[in-house]
């Protein structure tokens, strides 16, 4: 039997709102967000077409001038200087300076200014000392230019850059899609007409019909009508749900063949679809150890190269090189340490994650819990709508009363439980709507966590439990030899037993191969249940799971979770999130279960939309993946960086590489840790098989 940890009351109106850090000023009310979706997308894509047209400017403008160049004319014996030719050399090389390099000066001042030199410190400093110390040389200073050196790094820098920002804006995308899932008119009803109107202009209560094929424009109830929805993109479920009168719908799911009419419940940053956004978008500017790690190493990258470019130029000059030498060198060191890979390395990663996750039904609220998925050694699954498919369909109507038939049972069963939004609570309403069974309306319901409901009907006091409730009034109720694995409710309606409905649960099919994946990646799998030894067993037997807990009452379920880390487990717990806050707040990640607006469970790390314990193998397996993308792309970036740098300061000797070439091969790591995170996309695919 369940110890009615089955009350777990989901009032959808008093969740506490997700808070993201973000202007919600800009949001209209259809639940249409331009901060998230369209106004940070439109300044990111006119941020790449202007690296975009500042790359091909300075790429077409580097063509003269490498013909202009000496050392190129030398290269390949030909003589094609002219008066003036210097200047003309001059002239080109600034506009590049000034227009292709505009974005890393205003870099270095805006860098400069918060007083944390950085990437564009380093960019600005190399092209500048280029650029000035060549200008000297045309107007008399003894040396050689690095006009060519100088125009081929900015246009290197400047698409590294642009593929960079191309990739950062693909992994947003799944914003943008959320975002543009929502439609923009709906269909009114006015009395017996209906109208289109703007999203904005609806307001909670409106009735709005949707016909076949159309989106749903914002969240509801269904007042009228039954059809199958399409609520992939939201919840990441594959198959169309159907929905009937009193269920709810999600703005932004496909309407299927059937025509509804809606009463509007939720509008603007109410809407699930908004909740999602925002917590997506909290979520991707949410920094995990990782990330802060590879933040403090480019910063200590920036400082090195900045120290290492000088030191590298006032080695050579007191050497005795000449100053162009030595100072080829110090730009070169510069540019070559540049820490765009790994200031790219983990951000990138983290965001292509999170997005991707969104889209699959996984929302990551906290990512530092997220990475650290991967070190789970146990996982403890909340039963009931989990593992098991919840549904608690009635399975026998048992009076125990001469006065009560099982018609009387049913009514004061489903009337004292009808306030509850539980499976059992929804079983018994199924059964009596199949029995055609007026139910009478319950006054003075309450509710008894692990217990039990009270309430009047009728005028006669009615209370329905488990075994727990029996014992807390001393009612003596024989075993049910026969029960098997059926949870059992008694009623009592004015101190007498009048009978007992049993309810059945079956096992998800999608369980038996979510419990293998996570054994298979050494990970024990245990249950915690509110329901009776019997039924924990069974499920735990048929699943072959590594242990179950039973008849646990639901505030002492953080306590198991405190006992298996006392063992020196790292315990994931998946639950709920309203009932079982306590336990997802204690355990090391928290994986809360709800679809919905049930999403805004505040105390899990992460929201698994679906209730597929499938998709919580996904979830670690993707962590683990995630983790490893990251340790991958810092690897390359700082090796990278150790190998490339003896080579630019030229103290090996016979090993030396030009300014250009290393500007070449900081892009190429950069694009490297860009193409390496894209891939992660590639493993959710692979785990959601």
Not at 58 to 82: H, K, R, Y
Not at 623 to 635: F, I, S
Request: proline share 3%; aromatic share 6%.
């Amino acid at each position: 039997m369940e110890n009615h940890e089955h009350h777990k009351h989901h009032n959808h109106e008093n969740h506490p709102k997700q808070k993201a850090e973000m202007d919600h000023s800009k949001m209209d009310h259809s639940g249409h967000n331009p901060a998230h979706g369209e106004m940070g997308h439109d300044h990111h894509k006119m941020m790449i077409e202007d690296f975009k047209r500042r790359f091909w400017v300075s790429t077409i403008l580097t063509i003269p001038i490498l013909l202009l160049s000496p050392m190129i004319q030398n290269w390949l014996g030909v003589d094609w200087n002219f008066t003036g030719s210097n200047y003309v050399l001059f002239a080109l090389s600034s506009i590049v300076y000034f227009y292709g390099g505009w974005p890393f000066l205003k870099g270095l001042v805006s860098e400069l200014k918060k007083k944390s030199a950085g990437m564009m410190t380093l960019i600005a400093v190399a092209i500048s000392a280029a650029y000035f110390y060549s200008v000297a040389v045309i107007f008399g200073f003894e040396g050689k230019t690095f006009f060519w050196e100088l125009a081929t790094l900015i246009d290197v820098m400047l698409i590294g850059h642009w593929l960079e920002m191309r990739s950062i804006l693909g992994a947003s995308k799944a914003l943008e899609a959320l975002a543009a899932l929502m439609p923009n008119e709906a269909n009114l009803v006015d009395g017996n007409q209906t109208r289109k109107v703007k999203i904005n202009e609806l307001s909670e209560g409106d009735i709005i019909l949707i016909k076949p094929g159309e989106k749903v424009p914002a969240d509801g109830v269904i007042v009228e009508g039954k059809s199958d929805l399409n609520e992939s993109m939201l919840t990441g479920e594959s198959k169309p749900v159907s929905k009937s009168v009193d269920e709810e719908v999600i703005g932004g799911a496909i309407n299927g063949n059937g025509v509804i009419k809606v009463r509007v419940k939720g509008i603007g940053e109410e809407t699930y679809l908004s909740k999602v956004i925002n917590m997506v978008q909290t979520a991707q500017k949410q920094k995990s150890k990782t990330q802060r790690l590879a933040d403090v190493a480019a910063k200590w990258l920036t400082v090195i190269a900045l120290v290492l470019g000088f030191g590298t130029f006032f080695t050579w000059l007191a050497l005795g090189e000449t100053v162009s030498f030595a100072l080829e060198r110090m730009v070169t060191v510069m540019v070559i340490c540049c820490p765009h890979a790994l200031g790219l390395a983990v951000p990138l990663v983290a965001a292509i994650s999170t997005s991707i996750s969104a889209k699959n039904g996984l929302l990551i609220r906290n990512r530092t819990a997220f990475e650290a998925s991967r070190k789970i050694s146990t996982i403890v699954f909340d039963k009931t709508g989990t593992l098991t498919k919840g549904s608690h369909e009635v399975v026998r109507i048992v009076p125990l009363s001469s006065d009560y038939d099982k018609t009387e049972l049913l009514k004061y069963a489903t009337a004292v439980e009808s306030p509850s939004e539980h499976h059992i609570s929804k079983g018994l309403r199924r059964k009596a709507k199949e029995e055609n069974i007026e139910i009478p309306s319950v006054t003075d319901f309450k509710y008894n966590a692990g217990v039990g409901v009270s309430g009047t009907v009728n005028g006669k006091k009615v209370q329905a439990g488990g075994y727990v409730l029996m014992e807390q009034l001393n009612k003596d109720v024989a075993e049910d030899k026969d029960e098997g694995i059926e949870t059992k409710i008694f009623t009592i309606v004015d101190d007498e037993v009048i009978g007992f409905v049993t309810f059945a649960d079956e096992i998800r099919e999608s369980s038996y191969e979510a419990i293998k994946v996570l054994q298979k990646n050494n990970i024990k799998v245990s249950l915690l249940t509110g329901d009776n030894e019997k039924v924990a067993k069974d499920v735990a037997d048929k699943l072959g799971l590594d242990d179950y807990m039973a008849e646990v009452l639901p505030d002492q379920k953080q306590d198991k979770i405190i006992e298996l880390q006392a063992m020196d487990e790292f315990v994931a717990m998946t639950g709920d999130g309203v009932n079982d806050a306590p336990a997802l707040a204690q355990a090391d990640v928290g994986i809360a279960i709800g679809s919905g607006t049930d999403v805004a469970a505040e105390t899990a790390d992460i929201v698994l939309v679906d209730s597929n314990p499938k998709d919580i193998a996904n979830l670690i397996l993707f962590g683990k993946a995630t983790y490893r993308k990251m340790v991958q792309n810092l690897v390359w970036a700082t090796g990278y960086n150790i190998v490339a740098l003896p080579l630019a300061t030229g103290f090996i000797p016979g090993l030396m590489i030009s300014p250009a070439f290393g500007a070449a091969l900081m892009s190429i790591s950069t694009i490297i840790c860009a193409v390496n995170a894209q891939l992660l996309k590639r493993n959710l695919i692979t785990t959601k098989e």
